[in-house]
């Protein structure tokens, strides 16, 4: 469960706080996280897999504040990486090094030598001529690591949206699983970079297992095969994707995904592999909302308008991908409660109106609903933002020199701030004009 429920009397409450408090301490737009949803969600995560005792490492790119990427570590967590600032950010957060891995299909050579320093567990490799720098660079340093080769399955889920599906043939990241066997049979034997493991990431969110078990059928089989020339099998990394829930707001059920995962996996962990999984979204989505106030109401068209302090600056997902994020004022009277965020039925609709909720950028994207049922807004109201823990601040910019929203964090009965509200100062940063000789 997340924590982010209404009172009988109808104030939102994050945890033990009350949400009109927190905003008239730190004001709006604001990122606000449940530590406790976070470490629930991790806990129940790797209870769910326990069978294979995954190592589970974080997709930190999902969600980046180092306090709360430091929770989960306290908790055992790993952190996977795209970048070396991501990895950065991880060894800021406490991760233990090897518990790191990087995948990512540009890495730059400034990248791969800081991550190598860093002494990082796993890279997950994503092309010939990529394998071939980093085993260079691993040369010159004389640095043994390990890799996985990050194969694309070629399966996808329907439900996945184009922009972000990633394990499709022709898709730029990693290789095609036919090029796996040449690749392991020219790279397999290299003296720095151990090539004992296979890597996938199909797509996110997928709502289903049924792309998780046509691909690790495939990887698996990819495996045997290796195994069989003689290759020494050491990793075997799903990846992330799994789903998280943007309109009723519970998180999804991993017990599902773990029962057909599991039995597919179960041979190879007994046989000594390791299994790696890399969760975001479905750890970081349903932990943090964003909290907004609305500006203005008005009529365009036949179109009624809510325009509220935050939009694409601060939460690209409808305008980058359509996402629909589930939203209901912070304050709601007593027939507009809401326990499961089910409104669409007939009853839960009367009295509603429709509203386009829209941000001050000006870009007609910039949008966050279109045509909400939603109870009646008026100017200062206060509007949560569901879901909005995955992709959300990570994502956001000082596009038309909007400062970005302060992130709260919450744990029980406390508020902590962790990241300053950002001021009209912060728009010069790095400004100083000097010139280069
Ligand atoms: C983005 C990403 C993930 C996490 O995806 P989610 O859908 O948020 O779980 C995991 N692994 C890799 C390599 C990624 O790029």
Known sequence: MDQFNYSPEGVLHCEDININ???????TPLYVYSANSFRDHYKRFKEAFAAIDPLICFSIKTCNNIHLIQELVELGSGIDTVSGGEIFLARQANTPADKIVYAGIGKTDEEIAYALDEGIGVFNIE???????????AAQKKKRIKAALRVTPDVIDARTHDKTKT??????FGVDIERAKAF?????????VDLCGVHIHIGSPIYTPKPYELAIRKITSLIDYLTDQGHDMKIIDIGGGYSADYSLGMSPKWEEFAEVIVPLLKPYYDKGMQVIMEPGRTISANSGVLLTEVNYVKKG???QFAVVNTGMHHLLRPAMYEAEHFMWPGNVEKKHLISERIIDKEEATKGLEKYDVVGPICESSDYLAKGRNLPQLKRGDLLCIFTAGAYGMVMSSQYNAMPRPAEVMIDGEEIFLIRER?????????LEKRKID
């Not at 001529?129 to 085993?135: D, T, V």
């Not at 392991?184 to 720095?192: A, M, P, R, S």
């Not at 950002?422 to 790095?430: A, C, F, R």
């Open 21 to 27: 408090s927190l905003v008239e301490k730190v004001g």
């Open 127 to 137: 092309s010939e001529e990529e394998f071939e720098n980093i085993s260079r660079i």
């Open 167 to 172: 394990g499709n043939r022709g898709s730029k």
């Open 184 to 192: 392991f049979n020219t790279y397999g034997k290299d003296e720095y």
């Open 301 to 303: 068209g036949d179109k």
């Open 422 to 430: 950002e001021s009209y100062q912060d728009l010069l940063t790095g």
